[in-house]
T-cell receptor
């Protein structure tokens, strides 16, 4: 079964509105989750590290006011794309890692959510 | 700046062929390297490599790490059309969190 769940899998929103994407770790508590963005035929680009109970750490070039990250519990991180524009249309994907080796999962390994396709019209 | 580079960027082979995908990395205080397979959605985990020279194997797939030369290879033998995907490798340093830097990926297409 899924280790990390992401919702929604697809969302279409109007330009100027905000959209929230949720990432949940199902079988373990994750103090840290990661948010990636992937454009068609390109690799995963790390956007930010979501830290439970504290501020997210953003990668260089990622606008923290535009991509709001909240990690309110040990199993849930949310990414909110604020004032979305068509150029924000992309595949957003989160990941989390079990804190240790918990069979059948490997420690030190990241597991991805199913990803969310965002289309801004 | 940490980086991970994969080659080739794309590859087309016929069923039954053997392919080797390359991943070179420059990661500060390197800890581990992961290989993933991505089809239409989220990447699925293949291998984690931490020690040099120890081959990881799963069916027709195998991978090995060379920490001296800073690279890893992923081999797929007797390729099948179902192996068509993008293969990603990612390196992790010792930042204390599971922060991985991904390579550009290799797009593999296996023709029947």
């Amino acid at each position: 079964g899924a280790v990390v769940s992401q919702h929604p899998s697809r969302v279409i929103c109007k330009s100027g509105t905000s959209v929230k994407i949720e990432c949940r770790s199902l079988d373990f508590q994750a103090t840290t989750m990661f948010w990636y963005r992937q454009f068609p035929k390109q690799s995963l680009m790390l956007m930010a590290t979501s830290n439970e109970g504290s501020k997210a750490t953003y990668e260089q070039g990622v606008e923290k006011d535009k991509f709001l990250i909240n990690h309110a519990s040990l199993t849930l991180s949310t990414l909110t794309v604020t004032s979305a524009h068509p150029e924000d249309s992309s595949f957003y994907i989160c990941s989390a890692s079990p804190p240790s080796v918990v069979p059948p999962y490997s420690g030190n390994t990241i597991y991805f959510g199913e990803g969310s396709w965002l289309t801004v019209v | 700046e940490d980086k991970v580079v994969q080659s080739p960027l794309s590859l087309v082979v016929h069923e039954g062929d053997t392919v080797t995908l390359n991943c070179s990395y420059e990661v500060t205080n390197f800890r581990s390297l992961l290989w993933y397979k991505q089809e239409k959605k989220a990447p699925t985990f293949l291998f984690m490599l931490t020690s040099s020279g120890i081959e990881k194997k799963s069916g027709r797939l195998s991978s090995i790490l060379d920490k001296k030369e800073l690279f890893s290879i992923l081999n797929i033998t007797a390729t099948q059309t179902g192996d068509s995907a993008v293969y990603l490798c990612a390196g992790r340093g010792s930042s204390g969190t599971y922060k991985y830097i991904f390579g550009t990926g290799t797009r593999l297409k296996v023709l029947a």
